[in-house]
């Protein structure tokens, strides 16, 4: 017997290198160091720093990928693993400068996996991150055929007397929200639910979804606002704080970036609610705190700036083809978000 008998094709993987050599080579920065095929990818630090300090995240893409295993379709969930990264890693001022990914597969499918690792490669350009390297495993009997599994990790820069970490955020400083693509890469397994306990079938077209189909609806992939948000930095607008709105929503998230005796306050009123959102509650008979704790609900990003800032920040927003509206307030408090609909 032989590996290939064992459900393990070496040489595919192999063959399966050659064919993503030119979408990792599409990412590369001037700082990569070597190319593909090491066994570990080399990075020189950018020049100009004083006291560069290194940020670092890690995600994956959850139970999203189930939804594109079932429609055979996998050229998106690559942007949102990127995505899932480098959003975190920008909370800190910091600029993303490589990425690298995991890919688990039951067995090696060439054409289903380039895709995934296309998706990888245009999320890194986004970003502006080099796809620095990553890793193949092949797990047959662990993951069935057709199945796989993502992760990622990625490491930006950041100079030290830049870096936000909540010490900069004061009483008073304004909330501007920029606009989320969707659910994202957060609450599929419930959205899976409710699409597995009703009659609905992925393919259908409902009128609220305005002509997408269901699968479309939740495979469009995670907006990346690395490059709006760093040229607001680089042109030098005052922001005190930043926040990605993943997991938990806006109650769990906004929160984190605040400093201490700090809370927020959010009109919810100040945004329109997409519709993706107002299907799956009317759908799932999901409840108003259900929804606000499981989704961003059309924020994918929040600012928090200086008052006197505010409507320079919108207008820059604006000028990038990025729309943003001020959504709150930083408040005195204990670290919460008060003004949900369901809030007491």
Known sequence: MD?????VDVEAGRAFVDQIRNLVHSTFRPEVIGGLGGFGGCFQLPSGFQEPVLVSGTDGVGTKLKIAQVLNRHDTVGIDLVAMCVNDVLTSGA????????VATGKLEPQQLTEVVAGIAAGCRLAGCALLGGETAEMPGFYQVGEYDLAGFCVGIVEKSQMLDGSQVKVGDVAIALPSTGVHSNGLSLVRKIVDTTPLDWDERPQLLGGQTIGEAFLKPT???VKPVLGALKAELEIHGMA???GGGLPENLPRCLGKNQSIHIQSDSWTIPPIFQWLAQVGSVSAEAMYNTFNMGIGFVLLVPPHQAEQTINFFQSQDVSAVVIGEVINGSGTLTGLPFST
Not at 3 to 7: I, N, P
Not at 95 to 102: N, R, T, V
């Open 3 to 7: 590996y290939r008998d064992a459900g």
């Open 95 to 102: 600029e993303p400068l490589f990425f690298l990914d995991y």
């Open 223 to 225: 907006q990346i606002y």
């Open 244 to 246: 990605h709105i993943t």
